[in-house]
């Protein structure tokens, strides 16, 4: 089975541009979700969803977005970049639809903000 | 607030000497305890999942217990390809969300 995807795997943006990145679960999954991981933070969780539908959001301003399609694929955008929003994005997948659940991440895409 | 802490933060051992991690939780509720491994550059890798206090799970030289506050990654007789960052995390009741400690880097000397 193939694992978790994502798109494109390095990106380099200027302050105030917007980004989206994609994210493929494996097949089968249903839940995907999204976090930020930084050295100085960690990773810190973004956000989940469900079958089209966001069960969860963390901590961050509303320039962080998601969403999910119909065939669980998954798209998270930032609007208006800063610096601050340097950092490696991973995207998982669960194959369980209620947690606990353990995940399966993707590589991550690695996005540098000048 | 749920919160999860990892000591040490890095942890140097030779091959062959074995040691434990550290993951305490504070949590309203748990639902579930989970250990992962991160190579550089590349995302965590799933290793266990522990639901209730007292259960352990093994998996080669590796082995994860839980307690009502704590969990801890017994690494027995390491080996140089151990080296890794060890990360765990909680899923609390009430919610979709994981949260992640901040991580153990394992360092281990041929």
């Known amino acids: 089975k193939a694992g978790v995807t994502q798109t494109p795997r390095y990106l380099i943006k200027t302050r105030g541009q917007q980004v989206t990145l994609s994210c493929s679960p494996i097949s089968g999954h249903r839940s995907v979700s999204w976090y930020q991981q930084t050295p100085g933070q960690g990773l810190q969780f973004l956000f989940e969803y469900f079958s089209e539908t966001q069960r969860n959001k963390g901590n961050f301003p509303g320039r962080f977005s998601g969403r999910q399609f119909s065939n669980s694929r998954s798209e998270m955008n930032v609007s208006t970049l800063e610096l601050g929003d340097s950092a490696l994005y991973l995207c998982?997948?669960?194959?369980?639809?209620?947690?606990?659940?353990?995940?399966?991440f993707g590589p991550g895409t690695r996005l540098t903000v000048t | 607030e749920d919160q999860v802490t990892q000591s040490p933060e890095a942890l140097r051992l030779q091959e062959g000497e074995s040691s434990s991690l550290n993951c305490s939780y504070t949590v309203s509720g748990l639902r579930g305890l989970f250990w992962y491994r991160q190579d550089p550059g590349k995302g965590p890798e799933f290793l266990f999942t522990l639901y209730s206090a007292g259960e352990e799970k093994e998996k080669e030289r590796l082995k994860a217990t839980l307690t009502k506050k704590e969990s801890f990654l017994h690494i027995t007789a390491p080996k140089p390809e151990d080296s890794a960052t060890y990360l765990c995390?909680?899923?609390?009741?009430?919610?979709?969300?994981?949260?992640f400690g901040a991580g153990t880097r394992l360092f281990v000397k041929a």
């Open positions: 998982a997948s669960s194959p369980r639809d209620l947690p606990p659940y353990e995940q399966y």
């Open positions: 995390a909680v899923h609390a009741t009430g919610g979709f969300k994981t949260i």
